[in-house]
């Protein structure tokens, strides 16, 4: 389907859950965009040449606005496809940030079902500061503790988010931002990491999680054929983008009290401090983003929830 959207590229692996989710609200609101795939480990020289420090993936951008966590983007492809007008954005509901809380929690749930044998010692050192469950010593007496948690969560997705008669979906036969956001880490189990082979997780015990998850794309290669683009193609398009999003302010109440044009630096929450921080120019800051400008010219967003302000 034709779009008015900048060029949108996928800076990712098809394998991280957290990318699923991203190019699933991709896939379901028919928009296109290009893929230039990362390194399963760091270093990422891709990014790091476009000046981008930041280490968890997905990193997306739209144009020459680049998104460093999921909530964000959603939050900007939704408003950008409310002002195209074309219909192609995910219907929005009063519970999605409480769906999206608890999709956040299957993923750290889920990460004990990883069989050991996919995690080696590079991977668990690798992984140490963002997921310390990879690093335990002990992680291989995790995965069936792991298994009885997803599967009371996949109770709660069967008898209660999945009641309806007329499905697929949350709210029934359309699909809406509360199931992109319950689904990502669901179907990531279930499928890439094969959960679904497991006894008591096929389809006659999840009849409906398992529709659920057959409503959404496969995240195979054949999907992924054609969208590939190289570092080269990549850092020339976005570099030769506009900027996708509308300018958001500082929010002059804000209890940081940063003004426009400081030098900071933006960091995880939930990893080891001082991890892969992002450095760049203030120039956005609300209730909802950050927003650094870096001397590349390209623009920098964050969430508020889950990352750390700090003047650099």
């Not at 993923?107 to 690798?126: H, K, M, R, Y």
């Not at 010593?137 to 999945?162: C, H, I, V, W, Y």
């Not at 029934?172 to 497991?198: P, Q, R």
């Not at 999907?223 to 506009?242: H, N, P, R, V, Y």
Request: hydrophobic share 40%; with cysteine.
């Amino acid at each position: 389907m034709p779009s008015t959207l900048p060029p949108i590229i996928a800076w990712d692996y098809q394998f991280a859950p957290n990318a699923q989710k991203s190019r699933n609200y991709l896939y379901r609101t028919h928009t296109p965009f290009k893929i230039c795939e990362q390194p399963f480990l760091i270093p990422r020289p891709a990014l790091l040449s476009l000046g981008i420090t930041y280490r968890r993936v997905p990193v997306l951008s739209i144009g020459k606005d680049v998104f460093c966590d999921n909530a964000s983007f959603l939050d900007a492809m939704q408003e950008l496809l409310e002002r195209e007008g074309e219909g192609r954005e995910l219907k929005r509901g009063k519970a999605d940030r409480a769906f999206e809380a608890w999709g956040y929690r299957s993923f750290w749930v889920a990460l004990a079902t990883v069989p050991a044998g996919l995690v080696s010692e590079e991977l668990g050192q690798d992984r140490r500061e963002l997921f310390p469950t990879f690093a335990r010593p002990d992680f291989a007496t995790l995965r069936q503790n792991g298994l009885s948690e997803l599967r009371s969560m996949l109770e709660t997705a069967e008898k209660e988010f999945l009641s309806g008669q007329e499905g697929p979906f949350i709210g029934g036969k359309e699909c809406g931002m509360a199931d992109l956001h319950a689904i990502w880490m669901v179907k990531w189990a279930l499928y890439t990491i094969g959960v679904a082979k497991e006894p008591g997780f096929g389809k006659e015990a999840f009849q409906k999680v398992h529709a659920w998850c057959d409503a959404f794309p496969a995240h195979d290669d054949a999907i992924q054929e054609g969208q590939f683009l190289s570092t080269e193609e990549a850092t020339k398009q976005i570099q030769g983008s506009e900027y996708a999003c509308p300018e958001v302010g500082i929010d002059g109440t804000d209890p940081l009290q940063f003004k426009g044009g400081e030098q900071v630096s933006v960091e995880m929450t939930d990893a080891t401090p001082g991890h892969h921080p992002q450095e760049g120019k203030l120039v956005g800051l609300n209730a909802s983003r950050i927003v650094l400008q870096l001397e590349t010219g390209l623009r920098v967003h964050f969430p508020r929830i889950g990352y750390a302000v700090k003047r650099a």
